[in-house]
């Protein structure tokens, strides 16, 4: 699986193309949510590769896919949820939930927030602390 995802994360740095960006969101999602797969994808620095562009990209498709993969891969994986908070994560997803009029994108930003705060107080802390119950 690690090669495929590998693929994956080249393929979506190498094009331009939105929906074979989307497309590899979708399938990398699919790979995340076994838990070893969700550290290979750390090791294959998707988070600075594929998450951190598709949170600040303009385009919610990307943004929206992007939420729901977070989620995914945080559940219940608590290297994969230090990973995200170390990353700033939790801020970019509060920004999109609180800042967007999509209602689509503010979801799947809520489930990945959600999966990454989930048992681990350090999230939880940092979340309360940029305004996350305001």
């Known amino acids: 699986d690690v090669e495929v995802m590998r693929k994956l994360v080249d393929t979506f740095n ?12 979708e399938t990398l999602e699919y790979y995340v949510h076994q838990f070893d ?11 600075e590769r594929i998450l951190v562009p598709s949170l600040n ?6 943004q929206e896919k992007a939420g729901f993969l977070i989620g995914s891969a945080a559940q219940s ?3 994969v949820q230090i990973q995200f908070l170390e990353s700033g994560l939790v ?9 967007h009029n999509s ?11 959600s999966a990454v705060l989930r ?16």
Do not use: H, M, W
């Open 14 to 25: 190498n094009t331009e193309d939105i929906e074979e960006k989307v497309d590899t969101l």
């Open 37 to 47: 797969n969700a550290i290979d994808f750390l090791t294959l620095q998707g988070v």
């Open 57 to 62: 990209s303009t385009r919610e498709e990307l």
């Open 77 to 79: 994986n608590p290297k």
């Open 91 to 99: 801020t970019s997803l509060l920004r999109l939930i609180s800042g």
């Open 103 to 113: 209602p689509a994108v503010a979801g799947k930003a809520l489930y990945g927030l």
């Open 119 to 134: 048992n681990f107080p350090e999230a939880q802390n940092t979340f309360l602390r940029q305004g996350g119950l305001d």
